[in-house]
């Protein structure tokens, strides 16, 4: 199976500030890879899929690149409600793996 | 709207078994599969498995083969989830999930979450 992985595992960073996140599978997967965000004690809400296509109502400042193996999300200015954890999934073909998590949390 | 509402919390001894419903309403169920992910305390978001509500066709997640089953009632919209043989490690938040297109397994609808609890 294609193995999932993201780092970092956790960050902290200011107002205003450009966030990245990087995902990488262990295989190529094209770019079938989704990305969600969770927030404590919240459901998984779809931000992002085809590695760059924004979900209808996120707003712009997250995006996505990628494709093969090497994927990114960017919060382009960190406002206080993307306080979350953030995940990738991978779709091309059962099994639909999730990446460990990421949590950002403000400074 | 699309809504997906889960079977309330259960508390379960080792060895027991579960049933997790999930109704589904908003939508036309037989056009799309229901995904199932759960959520340890503390820990990330587990795939478990995925049915599709138009045929039945299974698809689990190899660690649970032989323990789960999912099956769907196109009468009522109704997606389930049974897990055999609970353990503690079993003790989760367990969610059903709408696929974004009815070939896509990336989930834009979810349950709104069902806490299995497995102890003695």
């Known amino acids: 199976d294609i193995q999932m992985t993201q780092s970092p595992s956790s960050l902290s960073a200011s107002v205003g500030d450009r966030v990245t996140i990087t995902c990488r599978a262990s295989?190529?997967?094209?770019?079938?890879l989704a990305w969600y965000q969770q927030k404590p004690g919240k459901v998984p809400k779809l931000l992002i899929y085809?590695?760059?296509t924004l979900q209808s109502g996120v707003p712009s400042r997250f995006s996505g690149s990628g494709s093969g193996t090497d994927f990114t999300l960017t919060i382009s200015s960190l406002q206080p409600e993307d306080v979350a954890t953030y995940y990738c999934?991978?779709?091309?073909?059962?099994?639909?793996?999730f990446g460990p998590g990421t949590k950002v949390d403000i400074k | 709207q699309v809504q997906l509402v889960q079977s309330g919390a259960e508390v379960k001894k080792p060895g027991a078994s579960v049933k997790v419903s999930c109704k589904a309403s908003?939508?036309?169920?037989?056009?799309?599969?229901i995904s199932w992910v759960r959520q340890a305390p503390g820990q990330g978001l587990e795939w478990m498995g995925w049915?599709?509500?138009?045929?039945?066709?299974?698809n689990y997640a190899q660690k649970l083969q032989g323990r789960v089953t999912m099956t769907t009632d196109t009468s009522t919209s109704t997606a389930y989830m049974e897990l055999r043989s609970l353990r503690s490690d079993d003790t989760a938040v367990y969610y059903c999930?709408?696929?974004?297109?009815?070939?896509?397994?990336?989930?834009?609808?979810w349950g709104q979450g069902t806490l299995v609890t497995v102890s003695s």
């Open positions: 295989q190529g997967i094209s770019n079938y």
């Open positions: 999930a709408k696929p974004a297109r009815a070939r896509g397994h990336y989930f834009d609808y």
């Open positions: 085809a590695a760059s």
């Open positions: 049915i599709s509500a138009y045929n039945g066709n299974t």
């Open positions: 908003g939508y036309t169920f037989t056009s799309y599969g």
């Open positions: 999934q991978k779709y091309n073909s059962a099994p639909f793996t």
